[in-house]
């Protein structure tokens, strides 16, 4: 049975056992809306630790669009059933003031240099110093051993590791790899906006990638990246952007050569959802 803390210091006289008997914390930070990707985030994260905790919280702070904060769906009741289905041992909800104590100075003093201006940092400014802001406060409240994030949002985990590097936390990143349905769709808490048929059209993102990959040491990048950004238009997208990166620092690739890890990362709207998506293209490292 799934134990459920809306107050850290619940939790800690908790996990103040756990540690006593030496066993290692996972921890999974959510924003709810839970979907079998999460899951999945869970279940890689029992192979590694002996304990596991999640939080649910929807952090205004990295949100730069408030009509998109509005529409964040929030299904907490749902999201408990979930997480029992896994056999989850904490779950950690707080609310805004455990997270923001008004009357205390939170935040976070990292220079994010050019990480957070590329990809999904150019289109929603502020967004990561949001997710760090708060990524940072909440692994200071539960001070896990292992951080569990997923591979579906790959500037994010960068971006994290960027900071756990550079504030030298105590902390190891494990990354997971994205669960996709059936037609190669990520999943995302954003695809239960999606009609059924937005859902079958949202898997061209992936065929799209896929067809990248296969040509990527064939094609010049360029190319590539307009290939891609064209077929997702013509299919009924609007595209943000389709960046071939170097996958070790994020910074924008025009050739193959000198560059040991590739990745894609794609950003585009259907039916007023914003979809993000990334895959390797190669990683030689
Ligand atoms: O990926 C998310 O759901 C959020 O950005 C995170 C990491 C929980 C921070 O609010």
Redesign the pocket.
């Known amino acids: 049975m799934t134990k459920i803390f809306n107050s850290i210091v619940d939790l800690e006289i908790e996990l103040k056992e756990v540690r006593g008997n030496c066993e290692i914390i996972a921890f999974v ?3 709810g809306a839970l979907h079998q990707g999460h899951l999945q985030l869970v279940k890689e994260a029992q192979k590694i630790a002996d304990k596991v905790v999640m939080s649910i ?1 929807v ?1 205004p702070t ?1 949100f730069n669009d408030k009509n998109d904060l509005d529409k964040y769906p929030k299904t907490l009741d749902a999201d408990i059933k979930l997480v029992q289905t896994v056999g989850l041992d904490y779950l950690y909800v707080p609310d805004e003031t455990e997270i923001y104590p008004p009357e205390k100075i939170v935040e976070l003093e990292l220079n994010l240099l050019h990480y957070d201006q590329v990809m999904e940092g150019a289109f929603r400014p502020g967004h990561f110093k949001g ?1 760090c802001q ?2 940072k406060r909440l692994l200071d409240l539960v001070d896990p051993h292992i951080l569990v ?1 997923g591979q579906k ?1 790959f500037q ?1 985990y960068s971006i994290i590791q960027f900071m756990i590097d550079q504030l030298l936390l105590p902390i190891r990143l494990h990354v997971v790899n994205t669960k996709r349905d059936s037609r190669g769709l990520a999943l995302s808490s954003r695809n239960m906006r999606l009609s059924e048929s937005g859902r079958i059209k949202a898997a061209t993102i992936f065929r799209t990638m896929k067809t990248i990959k296969s040509k990527i040491k064939l094609e010049g990048i360029s190319f590539l990246e307009s290939y891609g950004f064209n077929r997702l238009k013509r299919a009924g997208f609007e595209p943000e952007y389709v960046s071939i990166v170097d996958g070790s620092d994020l910074k924008n690739i025009t050739s193959i050569h000198g560059t040991k890890y590739a990745v894609i990362c794609v950003a585009a709207w259907l039916e007023k959802v914003r979809l993000i998506d990334n895959m390797v293209l190669f990683d030689e490292r």
Do not use: A, E
Request: net charge negative; proline share 8%.
């Open positions: 930070p959510t924003m919280f952090n990295q997710v708060v990524v994030m949002d994010q």
